[in-house]
């Protein structure tokens, strides 16, 4: 499951599908640094940590993890916490899709950015216009009732 790293999301596939990987999705990670570097009033340092961490994505998952590792120590003697932090929460959810492939359980899984959960919820707050994060709760009953549809074939009638 390829997800933003969103925390009501990610509790939610755990408790549901305790057995599925899952996946940061390898387009938020570079991008959210922004705001983790905002936040530590760096902002403009963004495009240098954002080409630091592409680099390491690129890595096969061992090197790529060791680099990380080593991104965030540099991040937190630059006292810059929050954006370590970010990272250190993303953890080793960044190589997913590269240790299936390593270890030859997936070779031939392709990542994509994000995923169809992920676009689902996005559709629901456009057209709701909610624009706030889901609670866990609420999370859940969504998901069983997309479920619903794809696997019964049930029509909603809205």
């Not at 570097?37 to 902002?43: F, I, K, Q």
């Not at 299936?100 to 031939?108: C, M, N, R, S, W």
Request: with cysteine.
């Amino acid at each position: 499951m390829v997800t933003d790293g969103e925390p009501e999301l990610k509790g939610v596939i755990a408790r549901t599908q305790p057995d599925l990987p899952s996946q940061r999705c390898l387009f938020h990670a570079p991008r959210d640094l922004y705001w983790s570097l905002y936040h530590d009033g760096a902002h403009g340092e963004w495009v240098y940590w954002e080409g630091r961490l592409w680099r390491e994505l690129r890595k096969p998952s061992a090197e790529g993890i060791a680099g990380v590792d080593h991104l965030i120590a540099e991040l937190d003697l630059r006292r810059l916490h929050s954006t370590a932090t970010y990272l250190r929460n993303a953890g080793h959810d960044l190589f997913t899709v590269t240790m299936l492939k390593e270890q030859g359980i997936a070779p031939d899984l392709v990542m994509v950015a994000t995923g169809a959960v992920e676009r689902e919820f996005r559709e629901i707050n456009r057209r709701t216009e909610v624009g706030a994060r889901w609670s866990d709760e609420g999370v859940e009953r969504v998901a069983r009732l997309l479920e619903e549809v794809r696997l019964n074939g049930t029509r909603l009638e809205l």
